[in-house]
């Protein structure tokens, strides 16, 4: 046998049985008993390393480690050593700290549980056979007579019953259990009933039985009560339950825990099914209380025209659109300058549409800080970003069952515009923060007064967003192009103006009329019902006295007219003006002025020298 140190010896002197020090740091046996040596049978036991004689699962030797330095004490039925046969050593270890000799120092007492086990068996035949076959018979009536007074007890209750002992194996269950479980007594009594019915987390994480509530309540003498867990049927399928879990003792030996369980499923689900209710009476809720608001808003609006006025080949080519696309579901993609009636053609395809019970959704990417489109368009839920004090719908939430209208399309930054199509692609949303889907049903009206295929290649609009938008397109002809619709335009808008100032509607005369037909109007019906009402307020005579204040910016008609060099400078200055603004003043880059026209942004800065112009970058 290898020399041990003595100081060593000396800590296993009066030690019975097979005992061994461990020294944890190093992962070495620092001394042995000779009965350790025997039992491992083993010369070479001092110095070895102790993972090597582990027979299986290291991790139940880590767990015992630890109750050990917490407790100073403790004993496991859980750890198996193997011997230098490599046969499986099945023993109870008993562990002491023994921290005076260092940090990490365990002594640790082996019991071999097969020879226990034998001097059990042969110390009960022999008292069995000393008090003879009348004693052997009175002790098993009454154990019997026990167990069935026990068993009626058990099976008589409603609730799931079952013991185990301190290794973990199931000892009884009662019939409330084997019901509601599937299994049988024969499949669980002697088993580890943890990895039979608890063995995994309703996600399907694995549960290890060290973190079960049932097993510290007899490995740390805890009384646990679990209100939402689940065990697992014989047939594969979970079941959720709540029970309490209580040590059981013997004498003042902890000998292992009872169980009572109840079958939660039924009132989980109504539970569940209660909190889906209300969660949904709030979404609808709040969605009426937004589309309630929406509604309001729209009431108030100040419009200049409430239908379609003129009678222009244009004005009738919309209409009759508007009457050929209605009554379907398809996307319409409105075009033309601003003040042309975009949301007029809009409001009127969705109020001839099978939708118009539903309200039309207004969205107007302009309106909205760039940062606060995601939220707007898509909704959020309480807690999605800061500020986000509770739920809140989005626009497409909103639509559901009506229809949605996107005043210009373009405001939407590139990358909402590509969540926006996939969102609608899928017909399906799910607000910020929030993994769940919604389903959508809904119809999509887009409007812009831009150029789209000058914005697509700019890099502002996305080229599949317009493709799944433009399936009929309706283009609003300006004011300019069709002076024949002046005339009705002027008395319905200076009825409506005269109406709201409460004034008699005054005469138009044929040269006010010509005057106005002749103006190129920019601003198209928007501009022309300001003029109108403007000049309602200061008429104060029977004839309608008009007050059309001509931009100095000059205006390009739709014209064949020859134009001088002085004229197109002008026009060229304008439009340049007129496109700086639009940009904010950038030149380069994907939204700047240079990319609106087409030009490099440096011949666009060389123009800007030459024009006597100011660019911001």
């Known amino acids: 046998m290898q020399d041990r140190p003595p100081s060593f010896d000396s800590h296993l002197a009066g030690a019975f049985g097979p005992t061994l020090l461990i020294d944890l740091d190093t992962d070495r046996i620092l001394a042995a008993s000779p009965d350790a040596v025997r039992l491992f049978s083993d010369e070479t036991l001092v110095g070895s390393r102790l993972s090597t004689r582990i027979a299986q699962d290291f991790t139940q030797l880590v767990v015992f480690i630890d109750e050990v330095f917490h407790r100073a004490e403790a004993w496991t039925r859980l750890v198996a050593f193997r011997t230098a046969q490599v046969q499986m050593l099945r023993c109870e270890l008993r562990g002491r700290a023994m921290t005076h000799v260092g940090p990490h120092v365990v002594l640790l007492n082996i019991i071999d549980l097969d020879a226990l086990d034998h001097r059990t068996e042969r110390a009960e035949a022999a008292r069995m056979h000393g008090g003879g076959l009348l004693e052997w018979q009175r002790a098993q009536a009454f154990f019997s007579e026990l167990e069935r007074q026990n068993q009626l ?183 033309g300058e601003n003040g042309t009636g975009k949301s007029l053609v809009a409001s009127a395809v969705h109020n001839e549409s099978p939708r118009s019970r539903r309200p039309m959704i207004h969205f107007k990417g302009g309106a909205v800080p760039p940062d606060a489109i995601e939220s707007e368009l898509f909704g959020h839920i309480r807690g999605a970003f800061t500020g986000a004090l509770r739920d809140r719908p989005g626009k497409l939430e909103l639509a559901h069952g009506g229809t949605l209208f996107i005043d210009e399309l373009c405001d939407i930054p590139l990358d909402q515009q590509g969540k926006l199509l996939a969102v609608l692609q899928r017909r399906s949303v799910a607000r910020l923060g929030e993994d769940r889907e919604r389903a959508l049903d809904l119809r999509i009206i887009a409007a812009t007064a831009r150029n789209l295929d000058r914005e697509v290649q700019a890099g502002r609009l996305r080229q599949d967003l317009v493709l799944f938008l433009n399936v009929f397109p309706i283009h609003c002809t300006p004011l300019r192009d069709r002076p024949e619709d002046i005339p009705p335009l002027v008395a319905h808008l200076l009825k409506l103006a005269c109406k709201r100032l409460g004034r008699r509607v005054p005469v138009v005369t044929e040269g006010i009329m010509a005057q106005l037909q002749r103006y190129d109007w920019p601003g198209n019906v928007r501009e022309l019902a300001n003029v109108i009402e403007r000049s309602a307020i200061v008429s104060h005579g029977d004839k309608l006295v008009v007050d059309i204040r001509t931009p100095t910016q000059p205006s390009i008609r739709g014209t064949t007219a020859l134009l001088t060099d002085a004229e197109i400078d002008q026009i060229r200055i304008a439009n340049t003006i007129a496109c700086l603004k639009e940009t904010g003043g950038r030149v380069s880059g994907p939204d700047g002025a240079a990319a609106m026209l087409g030009l490099q942004p440096t011949t666009l800065y060389s123009r800007i020298r030459s024009l006597g112009l100011t660019a911001l970058d």
């Open 153 to 335: 007890i058990l099976n008589a209750a409603g609730e799931g019953i079952y013991g185990v002992n301190a290794d973990g194996k199931t000892t009884f269950v009662n019939r409330a259990a084997q019901e509601m479980l599937g299994w049988t007594t024969e499949d669980l009594l002697g088993r580890d009933i943890h990895n039979m019915i608890h063995h995994h987390h309703l996600s399907g994480e694995v549960y290890p039985s060290q973190h079960c509530p049932i097993y510290r309540s007899f490995r740390f003498e805890q009384v646990n009560r679990i209100e939402d867990e689940v065990f697992w049927r014989k047939d594969g399928k979970p079941i959720r339950v709540e029970y309490v879990s209580t040590p059981i003792y013997e004498g003042q030996v902890l000998v292992g825990a009872v169980v009572i369980f109840r079958d939660i499923t039924e009132r989980w689900e109504n539970e569940r099914k209660l909190r889906d209710a209300m969660e949904e009476v709030g979404a609808l809720r709040d969605r009426l209380m937004q589309e309630n608001a929406y509604l309001q808003e729209a009431i108030n609006l100040e419009r200049a025209h409430h239908d379609i006025i003129g009678h222009s080949s244009s004005v009738r080519q919309v209409i009759g659109q508007i009457d050929l696309v209605a009554r379907t579901d398809t996307n319409v993609l409105i075009t």
